[in-house]
């Protein structure tokens, strides 16, 4: 089991940026095992669906939602276990409540595994 803890998220103006943290954890965890999970990041808003926004793979491949490619950008820190989303030139419609997923070593779909609570991230005009 894998346990995910996001932060970072709050209130910003139309054009501004944030920085979305995920940390990751286990009681099974070997050292180095974050690194052979796909990880990504989705969002929902309120009456919608949720959406995948990036993911990562093992080796660092990315795949972007259409809506943020060129604004945002993924990331991870396998040293330290955790998973980043850099987010610039906020846009109003970013308005959602952002997720952290895992999935053990596949990365070719939005199919994902672990979950985090999620943290809200509101864009003001």
């Known amino acids: 089991q894998v346990q995910l803890v996001e932060s970072g998220g709050g209130s910003v103006q139309a054009g501004g940026s944030l920085r979305l943290s995920c940390a990751a954890s286990?009681?099974?965890?070997?050292?180095?095992?974050?690194?052979?999970?796909?990880m990504g990041w989705f969002r929902q808003a309120p009456g919608k669906e949720r959406e995948g926004v990036a993911r990562?793979?093992?080796?660092?491949?990315?795949t972007y939602t259409d809506s943020v490619k060129g604004r945002f950008a993924i990331s991870r820190d396998n040293a330290k276990n955790t998973l980043y989303l850099q987010m610039n030139t906020l846009k109003v419609e970013d308005t959602a409540m952002y997720y952290c997923?895992?999935?053990?070593?596949?990365?070719?779909?939005?199919?994902?595994?672990?979950w985090g609570q999620g943290t809200q991230v509101t864009v003001s005009s």
């Open positions: 997923a895992a999935r053990w070593v596949s990365c070719d779909s939005w199919n994902f595994t672990y």
């Open positions: 286990s009681y099974t965890y070997s050292s180095g095992s974050f690194s052979n999970y796909c």
């Open positions: 990562i793979n093992l080796f660092l491949t990315t």
